[in-house]
């Protein structure tokens, strides 16, 4: 454990450890005897038979999969770029000190985290038509996820400013820079420095719900998969493939995610305190 983290919580002591081992080792027990079992059903019911898997063994059913895979990170992508600057936006606005600025950012974020992505989607596909607003198709799904993500993203880079130590700005002013200009060149670039590990993790999240494009015939990953198990027939071996795609992508972000907070931590720069995402009208009021 990281003495970066020690002043969190005490450390345990051998029979805390000798708990903690045997805790992980039987539920890697219990997990892999699940796994067996998942095995055992799907050889039992002949899913696991070689005639079943020799589909995917061939080129064009990966090249038409690779092209839902493609849908899918230009909608990510689509949407990382609109939110990141609307996120450091209503983050800053957030922490203004004009309050009409603060009460409009802070709405904002707190409805777009309340609202259910699905709904936002099912008003772009069903609502805005109605009143002769008709965007693309990949807009669809990007609009409400960019709706959704720049709140969290206002959220995380938030949490990044209010990590830094107060003077950073003191010194800023001292120096004669104005309270935006402050922001924007002295405390916001290393607030964002800070947080760009819990960035990256936002991501997956993000990678995940674009599956959501299925629902407005988006080509993505999963909507692909669902048009290729109605074609083959195939849908345990259809789905488990498009599962590892998405364990392959989504792995690989989270990779990226540990060894930036890695190296975050051996350059001694103190990790911002997880912000609360939990939507302000779903929290349990205190006792």
Known sequence: MSDNFSHLYDL???QGRRRILIGSVISAIVL???IGLGVWQFADHGQLDGDRWAPFLQWPIWQYLLVGLLGTLQAAALTAVLSAPLGALFAVGRLSRVRPIR???TAYIEIARTIPVLLLVYLM???LPHYGINVPTIWKLVIPL???NSAVFAEIIRAGVLSLPRGQEEAALGLGLLPRQAMSYVVLPQALRSVTPSLVSQLVSLLKDTSLGFIVAFTELLYRGQVL???NHLLIQTFLVVTFIYLV???????VASRLRSRTVRRGIRPPVTPDLTPTAQKAPHA
């Open 12 to 14: 345990p002591g051998p």
């Open 32 to 34: 892999l005897g699940i």
């Open 103 to 105: 009460w409009i950012a």
């Open 125 to 127: 596909l069903f609502g």
């Open 146 to 148: 960019t709706v959704a």
């Open 229 to 231: 198990s109605a074609f």
């Open 249 to 255: 992508c989504n792995g690989s972000l989270s990779a």
